[in-house]
């Protein structure tokens, strides 16, 4: 028994008004209340990001959805666990679940939910137009325009992944494994793993890459096809954000994306296309070389990308942006 989704995460910000506006211009909505504020996908009842008020940028807290019988094998595994506790629940979130700690202080909630209906996925709430597309033999789009209006407001659908960093990537995948019951899905050169739930799902819910310090990476959003990620991203160098990394295509998990840098030096990304694995028999974890695991095509990665930025202090506005703006 495992998770069964990726429920939500727990950032803390020193600037939380200039966190939510970041994540409002990148699509979603929120609602402050008291020192925090709770983002949301349009059309979907469930918390996406839950930011509270802090010093430094910290990962405050994952949360996880399970069934009745997924929760108490949890609560059995952490008790057979020398890499996990259970702890109080956060007073500032008040989630219900049981609260983990794992080896290296990284909180997680673990409550019993059902992933929320969405607008994405692989079975939306709302039924979608196939994606058109002309490839040779393949012409699905005639007497009608492909490239969409300018003005398309991309909409980021559901919560897809998070990327963490950790002091030790065989810690972290046995946590996740023996204790959250995740399956391992790729790694790459023994630097970084891929995992996800068990019974259907994205490639991968969570990611680790191993640093000196653990810490928040990136957290991903599906929007509806490549357009929508170019787009998006496009979009917020615009409006003045910084650049992450992007448009690229991944070669593990395979998705387009676009990162960008949101105002405490962690990054938001738009993905869409990403490899789901319904079937697990049907799956076998491989170790692929960094050179072609790591992404098929795309600007090359800024030096900043892989860096940890985990306790950051300062807070950076949005500049000036503009139409055309690219870096
Ligand atoms: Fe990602």
Redesign the pocket.
């Known amino acids: 028994m495992a998770v069964r989704h990726f429920h939500h995460l727990g950032l803390s910000v020193p600037d939380v008004p200039v966190q939510k506006t970041f994540y409002e211009d990148f699509g979603l909505i929120g609602e402050e209340k008291d020192n925090q504020a709770v983002m949301r996908c349009i059309g979907r009842d469930q918390d996406q990001i839950v930011l509270t008020e802090g010093a430094e940028r910290q990962l405050h807290h994952i949360s996880y959805g399970a069934t009745e019988e997924g929760l108490a094998a949890i609560k059995k595994n952490i008790d057979s666990s020398e890499l996990a506790k259970e702890i109080d629940c956060p007073k500032e979130t008040p989630y219900e679940g049981i609260w983990i700690e794992d080896f290296e202080g990284n909180v997680l909630n673990v409550n019993v939910s059902e992933p929320a209906p969405s607008k994405g996925g692989r079975n939306p709430s709302i039924p979608h137009e196939p994606f058109q597309a002309n490839g040779p033999g393949h012409y699905t789009r005639v007497n009608e325009k492909g490239s969409i209006s300018y003005e398309t407001k991309p909409e980021p659908h559901r919560l897809g992944?998070i990327?963490q960093f950790t002091t030790s990537l065989e810690k972290k995948m046995a946590f996740y494994g023996d204790v959250m019951g995740l399956k391992l899905t790729d790694t790459c050169e023994g630097l970084i793993a891929f995992m996800r739930p068990p019974g259907g799902s994205d490639h991968h819910t969570v990611a680790f890459l191993e640093t000196d310090k653990p810490g928040f990476h990136?957290v991903?959003f599906e929007v509806d096809n490549v357009d929508h990620v170019g787009l998006g991203g496009q979009g917020m160098l615009e409006k003045g954000y910084r650049n992450g990394w992007g448009l690229g295509r991944h070669a593990l998990g395979s998705n387009f994306?676009w990162y960008i840098r949101d105002p405490h030096d962690g990054l938001c990304?738009y993905?869409a296309d990403i490899d789901y694995i319904a079937d697990d028999d049907a799956w076998t974890a491989k170790d692929w070389p960094m050179d072609v695991g790591f992404y098929l095509w795309g600007p090359n990665p800024p030096e900043e990308f892989g860096m940890n930025y985990e306790g950051a202090k300062t807070t950076t506005k949005p500049g000036s942006g503009g139409k055309g703006a690219r870096t």
């Open positions: 992944h990327v990136h991903s994306f990304e993905f």
